[in-house]
Nanobody, 121 residues
Framework: QVQLVESGGGLVQPGGSLRLSCAAS????????AGWFRQAPGKQRELVAG???????NYADSVKGRFTISVDNAKSTVYLQMNSLNPEDTAVYYC???????????????WGQGTQVTVSS
């Protein structure tokens, strides 16, 4: 059973950087697409960044130029590099993957458990 395990969250000062990682718990056949979402208290979950198997990326306007999403297919891991963080970036960050676990499977949708990012002085 595939699980997505997130890491890299924590407390950072404004202007600082963090790199979030989202690793599949077992070796998988293919990641068709992946994304990072976030949910702040009292707000709806929103898409922060997405990436396709072809390498196309998209970002929320609020993070363009500061965040970078990437995939290491050999490690079955998705990353989110976050720079120039500000307090408005404080939220629980979730990774999502549209994954084909084995060559004999259909695509399935998986979510990580969430990791807290807090930007505060």
């Amino acid at each position: 059973q595939v699980q997505l395990v997130e890491s890299g969250g924590g407390l950072v000062q404004p202007g600082g950087s963090l790199r979030l990682s989202c690793a599949a718990s077992i070796s998988i056949f293919r990641i068709n697409a992946a994304g990072w979402f976030r949910q702040a208290p009292g707000k709806q979950r929103e898409l922060v960044a997405g990436i396709t198997s072809g390498g196309s990326t998209n970002y929320a306007d609020s993070v363009k130029g500061r965040f970078t999403i990437s995939v290491d297919n050999a490690k079955s891991t998705v990353y989110l590099q976050m720079n120039s963080l500000n307090p408005e970036d404080t939220a629980v960050y979730y990774c999502n993957g549209r994954i084909v676990p084995t060559p004999w499977d259909n695509e399935r949708d998986y979510w990580g458990q969430g990791t807290q990012v807090t930007v505060s002085s």
